[in-house]
């Protein structure tokens, strides 16, 4: 008699998966508490939380500061006495602020700790605790001297991953005072973010600056404080006209950065390409806190459906291979995320994914890029790294230019095979 049950493979419980212990890297990143509250800024934080009037507050941690998360949530109980509350970790991005889960315990307002992404909320305020990460300032300084001295003159824009912002105005000032470098360009990072209060969003990235008249943004040199990040890749897109360097804390090595644009660009277009072949599209939704993504999700099915396309959405948390490869029917996918989880260019996927603002390129039948996104809101919502990179190149896609074209006879060309054309010498 045959068995019911097939293969073990195929009949598993799922018992070693619920079962399994993942190893998530965290340590703390003080010895005591006095050093916790300098280092998790429990001052500040406190008198935000005061100023605010909030008696729910969810915090979020990413898994490599969870040691500490504990410790932190008992000290703000004792200082505030309020209802504090740990998160679990968000389905997508940490670098997100999770308003979903900090809903569910009817929090007021969110404290984000460590790395962001800077987006801006659509629901709750955000406190943001970027935490304060190690760095030599002698030896950053004398890594920026070895790149910067025979020119010091030159408009220097000095950006840094947000772990690093604590030190940044020392950082500027010994630059000016104690270097004599005269054109030193700082930019900012928001460190709350209150929606209801029309809290200013920054210019790029979360990050803003002003610039010295009759200088444009071309003709200046970037100096970044942080190792390889999302952060550093999204400057290296947004930024591909001016030279960047890198000065990485943790290995204490300095070296200016490349990409290779017309590689990236070619596989930027060649997924435009596929997107625009395709007939069957899925929304992929990987975020719930950046502010209007439903605007976004309801812009892009009304595009693919004038297209004449089928439009699917999903919802499933953070990316993969194997979540990606149940819907083999999708030919392309449209990432709504925040700017640095939107940009996925990974050849392990079977399908292309796409920004929104890539979509909207491939879905337009006039591809005038400059003139379709200034009267959609897609890359104003995301702003996409993506969408700025394609913005800046000189060729935007084919325009038909009718009564712009010279009219001229057409020549002969060339004759003959691809080794021996028949005009060439022997």
């Known amino acids: 008699m045959t068995s019911l049950q097939g293969p073990n493979n195929f ?70 006495k309020k209802k504090i509350f740990i998160l679990a970790d ?34 709750l305020p955000v406190i943001y605790v970027f935490g304060k990460q190690p760095i030599v300032l002698v030896h950053c300084l004398e890594s920026f001297d070895e790149f910067f001295k025979l020119d010091k003159n030159q408009p220097l824009l000095i950006m840094y991953d947000v772990v690093y912002s604590y030190c940044i105005n020392d950082f500027v000032l010994e630059l000016r005072n104690e270097k004599n470098y005269t054109n030193i360009i700082q930019s ?136 990606m490869a149940n819907f083999m029917e999708i030919e392309c996918f449209v990432l709504v995320a925040c700017p640095e989880n939107s940009l996925i260019d990974s050849k392990e996927f079977y399908r292309p994914i796409v920004t929104p603002f890539e979509l909207e390129i491939a879905l337009d039948p006039i591809k005038d890029l400059t003139l379709r996104n200034q009267n959609t809101s897609v890359s104003n919502l995301l702003n996409s790294a993506a969408g700025d990179y394609l913005k800046s190149r000189t060729f935007r896609g084919l325009e038909q230019q009718i009564g712009e074209t010279e009219i001229r006879l057409a020549e002969e060309g060339r004759s003959g095979i691809a080794k021996g054309y028949a005009n060439e010498e022997t």
């Open 11 to 80: 009949a598993d419980d799922g018992s070693a998966i619920i079962e399994r212990v993942l190893k998530v890297k965290s340590k703390r990143l003080a010895d005591s508490d006095k050093q916790l509250e300098e280092i998790y800024e429990i001052d500040r934080t406190v008198k935000a939380l005061i100023d605010g009037g909030f008696d729910k507050v969810a915090l979020q941690f990413p898994d490599e500061l969870l040691a500490d998360s504990v410790k932190i949530a008992t000290i703000l109980r004792e200082k505030v």
């Open 188 to 323: 900012f990072v928001m460190l709350e973010f209150n929606f209801l209060k029309d809290t200013p969003v920054s210019n790029h990235l979360g990050r803003h600056y002003s610039l010295p008249e009759n200088i444009s943004i071309e003709n200046c040199s970037i100096f970044y404080i942080g190792g390889e990040s999302l952060t550093l890749t999204n400057i290296l897109m947004t930024y591909n006209k001016c030279k960047v360097f890198s000065y990485n804390p943790e290995t204490q090595i300095g070296r200016q950065e490349s990409i290779h644009v017309n590689k990236a660009l070619m596989r930027r277009y060649y997924m435009i390409q596929k997107a625009k072949d395709a007939d069957v599209i899925g929304i992929v939704v990987g975020t719930l806190g950046v502010a209007s993504y439903l605007t976004i999700i309801s812009h892009l099915k009304k595009l693919i459906i004038r297209a004449g396309k089928k439009p699917y959405t999903f919802v499933m948390g953070k990316l993969n291979v194997a979540k």
């Open 90 to 123: 968000t389905s997508y991005g940490s670098c997100c602020v999770d308003e979903i889960a900090a809903q569910h315990v009817d929090a007021e307002c969110i404290i984000h700790y460590g790395r962001s992404c800077l987006s801006p909320t659509s629901r």
